[in-house]
DNA sequence: TTCTCGGCTGGGCATTCTGCTCAGTGACCG
DNA sequence: CGGTCACTGAGCAGAATGCCCAGCCGAGAA
């Protein structure tokens, strides 16, 4: 399941223009189009490349502020606290991690007054015994795959 | 710049099934294929949907291991310490934060020993103080966004 | 009330892309 | 040598896209 180069140079592509089909793919790659098509299937069934899901920003559905939030869960209370953050919707992600933490989740509110409503609500549960809170205040690095992919592409080691 | 409630629609619906075409998706939602056009046009523009680039997998590119890093940087080396993160392509992504730490990081790698070497250079630099890593076991929820759209959706604030 | 405007509808058009198929080529391997 | 695999180049019918237009309707302005 290593990543060829030219996978990459699909993947790379397909992150800077989204909206290209198939063909025009393989003319930028200057390969056959069922060449283009073949690698594009194969990276998908892969799971290299899980989907092209649009990419929503919360900033501009009201929710500008963002947090990080560390959680200390109460022994054998780790899947009802899971399922309990489930149902929040402003918990973007969810981990259990090691660590000083049990639990490390991605947060969003409306406002930073709004953001406490949020932590009230996730640490509102009985198995959470403590939570700390970071908030993001700039965002200098953006969730990106590309450079990861590039090196992935470049050695040949795979997994 | 409030979500409608066929916006929600519409990007619930392009997140469930990102290959339909607009002309599919005006026919599920039971509107004109103009009227779906132009409010994702809208959507667009306005910034809510980024764009559509494809989700990888960094588990699949062979780096199966995330983990979250705090770090603190001494005063004044906060640009340096961007800059030094921003070549390294395990870093995923990096934020800015209040609390404890002044930084967070999201990092992969290829396994538990080479998570170090990746540690080893976030950290080889001179304008970081401290690093705390939390590795990251389980992913029960993983980055989402539609519950939060359908929120948004419902009530009429705005931002 | 009447007017105007923005959003939506439904249709049409030429161009383009897609999914699918097929024959042919070169590389690698038992 | 024969078989498998990936890639090429081509073709075709069906479908979608980008673009345009006329008409409808409700909300707000005059």
Same mark, same amino acid.
């Given at each position: +399941?290593?990543?060829?180069?030219?996978?990459?140079?699909?993947? *790379?592509? &397909?992150?800077?223009?989204?909206?290209?089909?198939? $063909? %025009?793919?393989?003319?930028? &790659?200057? #390969?056959?189009?069922?060449?283009?098509?073949?690698?594009?299937?194969?990276?998908?069934?892969?799971?290299?490349?899980?989907?092209?899901? @649009? %990419? #929503?920003? @919360?900033?501009?559905?009201?929710?500008?502020? /963002?947090?990080?939030?560390? &959680?200390?869960?109460?022994?054998?209370?780790?899947?009802? *606290?899971?399922?309990?953050?489930?149902? =929040?919707? %402003? #918990? $973007?992600?969810?981990?259990? /991690?090691?660590?000083?933490?049990? +639990?490390?989740?991605? $947060?969003?509110?409306?406002?930073?007054?709004?953001?406490?409503? *949020?932590?009230?609500? *996730?640490?509102?549960?009985?198995?959470? =015994?403590?939570?700390?809170?970071?908030?993001?205040?700039?965002?200098? =690095?953006? $969730?990106?795959?590309? @450079?990861? =992919?590039?090196?992935?592409?470049?050695?040949?080691?795979?997994?």
């Amino acid at each position: +399941m290593a990543i060829d180069h030219l996978d990459g140079r699909i993947i *790379v592509l &397909l992150a800077r223009e989204p909206r290209i089909g198939v $063909l %025009e793919m393989s003319r930028r &790659l200057g #390969v056959a189009r069922g060449t283009a098509q073949a690698r594009l299937d194969r990276l998908q069934s892969n799971g290299v490349i899980r989907g092209f899901g @649009p %990419e #929503v920003d @919360p900033a501009a559905l009201g929710y500008p502020v /963002t947090a990080f939030a560390t &959680l200390q869960i109460r022994q054998g209370q780790g899947a009802d *606290v899971r399922a309990h953050l489930t149902t =929040v919707p %402003e #918990v $973007l992600e969810l981990h259990t /991690t090691t660590g000083t933490g049990d +639990m490390m989740c991605r $947060l969003v509110a409306r406002s930073n007054a709004d953001l406490q409503r *949020v932590i009230d609500r *996730v640490v509102g549960f009985d198995g959470i =015994v403590r939570a700390s809170t970071a908030i993001v205040m700039e965002n200098p =690095v953006p $969730l990106r795959i590309i @450079p990861l =992919v590039e090196q992935a592409a470049e050695d040949p080691a795979s997994s």
